[in-house]
């Protein structure tokens, strides 16, 4: 937990405590950088207006450096800019202060939930292979067949992950915006639409008569391996 403002961060880290998690704690986000760097985390809960370096940049460091970990957003800056500045550079839930104690707690829940139950579906081998192309979920990659190797964000992979669990079932756009962006983040669905272009580009080999990636007019998308 990274909270500069003392009363707060005391408060948040007892009932923390209280209902069972283990927590470490910093004031700055140099310091914060520093604890990343040497320790593993289900999820960090970032305030933004920290001393010497703010939380966005801490964010998005921790982006650069491939570290995933959850992001839970604590900010007294309730901009709609702000909200969409933080997750489009990786937070996965924002919350602006004053905030409803139950509701943080509700929030880190769902969010460490959500962060251990990765942990156990990948493995270091975990990969999936479909006409040729081979997606590395750990390393982000995937291999094409003609020997090309791309690199995938973590949208990419979590939306492929959704689709290739679901063979032939058509998943819906609410049940992707809500696994993939968060229950709270609901981007325009022409993001939707973009990925699955992207996915045609790379993984058919036509992509106007694609056989893998399947748009379903109103409804949403299918994959068929």
Do not use: C
Not at 44 to 60: N, W
Not at 62 to 88: F, Q, W, Y
Not at 140 to 154: D, R
């Amino acid at each position: 937990m990274v909270e500069d403002e003392h009363s707060l961060h005391q408060t948040l880290r007892l009932n923390l405590e209280l209902d069972g998690y283990e927590v470490t704690s910093a004031y700055d986000g140099i310091k914060a950088q520093e604890i990343l760097q040497g320790a593993h985390f289900d999820l960090v809960i970032l305030d933004v207006m920290l001393p010497r370096l703010d939380g966005f940049s801490v964010l998005e460091g921790m982006r650069l450096n491939k570290l995933e970990t959850p992001v839970l957003i604590l900010s007294a800056r309730n901009a709609s800019a702000d909200r969409i500045a933080g997750l489009r550079i990786g937070a996965d839930d924002y919350l602006t202060k004053p905030f409803e104690l139950e509701e943080l707690l509700l929030r880190v829940s769902n969010l460490v939930a959500k962060s251990i139950k990765q942990k156990q579906t990948l493995s270091p081998k975990d990969t999936y292979s479909f006409g040729g192309h081979t997606i590395d979920f750990r390393s982000q990659q995937a291999n094409l067949k003609n020997e090309t190797i791309i690199p995938l964000s973590k949208k990419e992979i979590m939306l492929l992950q959704l689709l290739v669990s679901h063979p032939n079932e058509v998943v819906t756009r609410e049940r992707i915006l809500q696994a993939v962006w968060g229950y709270q983040v609901f981007p325009n669905t022409r993001t939707i639409d973009n990925f699955i272009l992207s996915y045609r580009k790379h993984f058919e080999e036509d992509s106007r008569h694609p056989r893998y990636f399947h748009s379903v007019r109103g409804v949403g998308y299918k994959f068929t391996p």
